[in-house]
């Protein structure tokens, strides 16, 4: 749901959690023409470029999930009028329409991760463009935490018919 989904997933996170998603804006900084060890699909976004990185949690501060997007400098303000807010609630403030295109999964392991969500590996993640009118307006790369199993119940991979 929260991998393969075209909804919000900070809006996904309020209804499982039946709480407020509340962002930690870690950084927001103008990147310039650089790739940023991005997913290729950057190089779709015109530049200069600003990358903001932020943590999604509720608000007791248990942290949900990470997000990265990538945005042309020049229109960041327009669209994310308020930087505290999720993305999904700026956009529907302004009554945006856009079109999820989900590019890419990934499950695997990262230190750094661990230490800020403070739980061990590995972890479900994905990326995606949003387009608005034709165009790409931002690229997003989220990473979830597992501590989502208490939600969503623990994902056991069994052998089929008795075969690893």
Not at 43 to 55: A, D, K, N
Not at 72 to 90: F, K, T
Not at 91 to 115: F, M, N, Q
Not at 150 to 162: E, F
Request: one cysteine or more; glycine letters at 10%; aromatic letters at 12%.
């Amino acid at each position: 749901m929260l991998l393969l989904g075209d909804g919000s997933p900070t809006r996904h996170l309020e209804l499982l959690t039946g709480e407020p998603t509340e962002v930690d804006v870690i950084d927001m900084s103008l990147i310039g023409m650089d790739l940023d060890d991005a997913p290729d699909l950057i190089q779709t976004l015109p530049g200069p470029r600003l990358r903001r990185q932020v943590w999604l949690r509720t608000p007791s501060g248990q942290r949900l999930a990470y997000a990265t997007s990538w945005w042309e400098a020049s229109h960041v303000d327009e669209y994310l009028q308020n930087r505290s807010l999720p993305i999904w609630a700026s956009l529907a403030r302004l009554r945006t329409e856009l079109y999820r295109d989900v590019r890419g999964i990934y499950y695997g392991c990262s230190p750094g991760l661990e230490v800020g969500f403070d739980v061990e590996g590995p972890f479900w993640g994905r990326h995606y463009l949003f387009w608005h009118h034709g165009q790409p307006l931002t690229l997003i790369y989220e990473v979830f935490s597992p501590y989502l199993t208490k939600y969503l119940g623990a994902t056991q991979l069994s052998p089929q018919n008795g075969k690893a």
